[in-house]
């Protein structure tokens, strides 16, 4: 692959694939033939949940590093295996395919899938940059295709139950603050191993660089790709994505009118360029803020979102939501989530969307504007200024 390819034209790539449309439609007992690409921790997790359902096969597997290809086969041997997602989608044994490539691959992983005619779940966030979400909106609703990003909150029973009891009914009042935060994710920390010093002989280095321009291998920039600004978006894109899409959920507002950042490589001064240490400040239309707050030193952990409204607080993460109302000795209530990873939840829905054709809890429009929504704050900390926002053209005004 050369070594100078540009976005541009790894995004051209897809028109060229509408011609190889394999689209099919799927009868009540057919299984739906899955491909996965990106088949690293997160990407071998999410095919684990595809595969509790016993509808799902996995027929193919793609990654730029071969010993991933080997660990997936392993867990669905009787998938062919890629190093070239091109040559996955050539397969007519696919009618949906799993995006779990780092975050610099899923606008034109994403593009050429959905425009050879598969329905497509892919991993948040769905972009890494802001301008690449309308393009891979257009090619799902040109294509008619599915498209779920991997936003589980979305799928979460917790979730959905806290956005009912509190929210529709509008118990909590009026909504004035959103806070988020995510500290100490020691994923952001990870160290590569010994056995990646020296650049395998079975990884493409210059396929995992794609669009990004060349540089020598770097076994940092390939195991730990979101602490550089070039692969992924920092805690802010990884993190942040998730609590302001719950934020959007809970409040039906998607696009924020301006941000605000500050934060910087404060500790972890190992090459990385994404900070360490991050506040973002987001103002909306119907009057109210959303916050996020993240360090990666280890003093202080956790991760939730905040909901602060006339009537009441809610609390509420992964595990469990509190909800405490206005009034003297008021009792909270509390609510714990279902005892299983709400992943699975996301991944059937997303299947049932497959058969139905309805869209699904976490579709790409969703998808992007959350993302676009962080993309705001991390390019209001790049930039150093308030980024002020048109929400109804979704265009950062001059400054």
Same mark, same amino acid.
């Not at 060349?214 to 993190?239: E, I, M, S």
């Given at each position: 692959m050369p070594t100078n390819i540009g976005r541009r034209e790894l995004l051209r790539g897809a028109s060229a694939l509408t011609a190889l449309s394999y689209s099919r439609v799927i009868g009540a007992?057919?299984?739906?033939?899955? &491909?996965?690409?990106?088949?690293?921790?997160?990407?071998?997790?999410?095919?684990?949940?595809?595969?509790?359902?016993?509808?799902?096969?996995?027929?193919?597997?793609?990654d730029i590093y071969g010993q991933h290809?080997? %660990?997936?086969?392993?867990?669905?041997?009787?998938? %062919?295996?890629?190093?070239?997602?091109? %040559?996955?989608?050539?397969?007519?044994?696919?009618?949906?395919?799993?995006?779990?490539?780092?975050?610099?691959?899923?606008?034109?992983?994403?593009?050429?899938?959905?425009?050879?005619?598969? $329905?497509?779940?892919?991993?948040?966030?769905?972009?890494?940059?802001?301008?690449?979400?309308?393009p891979i909106v257009k090619a799902a609703r040109v294509n008619e295709r599915i498209c779920q990003v991997g936003m589980q909150q979305r799928s979460g029973i917790h979730y959905l139950r806290a956005k009912r009891e509190y929210f $529709?009914?509008?118990r909590l009042g009026k909504i004035t603050l959103a806070r988020t935060w995510w500290h100490g994710n020691s994923y952001h920390l990870r160290k590569a191993p010994d056995y990646l010093q020296q650049k395998p002989s079975n990884l493409d280095w210059a396929r995992y660089l794609g669009p990004? %321009?060349?540089?020598?291998?770097?076994?940092?920039?390939?195991?730990?790709?979101?602490?550089?600004?070039?692969?992924? &978006?920092?805690?802010?894109?990884?993190?942040?994505?998730?609590?302001?899409?719950?934020?959007?959920?809970?409040?039906?507002?998607?696009?924020?009118?301006?941000?605000a950042a500050a934060g910087g490589i404060y500790n972890y001064k190992d090459g990385r360029t994404a900070p360490d240490t991050i506040n973002?400040?987001?103002?909306?239309?119907?009057?109210?803020?959303?916050?996020?707050?993240?360090?990666?030193?280890?003093?202080?952990?956790?991760?939730?979102?905040e909901m602060c409204g006339t009537e009441g607080r809610l609390y509420i993460d992964r595990?469990?939501?509190?909800?405490?109302?206005?009034?003297?000795?008021?009792?909270?209530?509390?609510?714990?989530?279902?005892?299983?990873?709400?992943?699975?939840?996301?991944?059937?829905?997303?299947l049932d969307c497959v058969r139905t054709r309805k869209l699904p809890n976490g579709d790409v429009l969703i998808g992007h504007r959350s993302a676009q929504a962080s993309h705001l704050g991390n390019i209001a900390y790049v930039e150093k200024r308030r980024i002020d926002f048109d929400s109804l053209r979704e265009e950062i005004l001059p400054f």
């Open positions: 007992n057919d299984k739906i033939q899955l &491909g996965v690409i990106g088949c690293g921790e997160r990407g071998r997790h999410d095919m684990s949940q595809f595969q509790m359902n016993l509808s799902v096969a996995v027929t193919a597997v793609c290809i080997d %660990k997936a086969q392993k867990e669905a041997p009787h998938a %062919k295996g890629f190093s070239d997602h091109r %040559k996955l989608l050539e397969m007519k044994e696919v009618d949906a395919v799993l995006i779990a490539t780092p975050d610099h691959w899923h606008a034109a992983t994403a593009i050429d899938a959905l425009s050879s005619g598969r $329905d497509v779940y892919v991993e948040k966030p769905l972009t890494l940059k802001i301008d690449e979400g309308p $529709d009914s509008g990004v %321009k060349w540089r020598d291998y770097d076994p940092q920039q390939y195991w730990n790709f979101r602490g550089y600004l070039d692969f992924g &978006g920092g805690q802010v894109t990884d993190l942040f994505t998730h609590w302001i899409d719950v934020v959007h959920m809970f409040m039906g507002q998607e696009i924020p009118k301006s941000a973002v400040l987001l103002e909306y239309p119907a009057d109210f803020t959303a916050t996020f707050e993240a360090t990666l030193v280890p003093g202080i952990r956790g991760a939730a979102v595990e469990h939501y509190e909800f405490y109302p206005v009034g003297k000795n008021a009792q909270p209530e509390i609510v714990k989530a279902e005892p299983h990873d709400m992943t699975l939840d996301h991944v059937n829905n997303f």
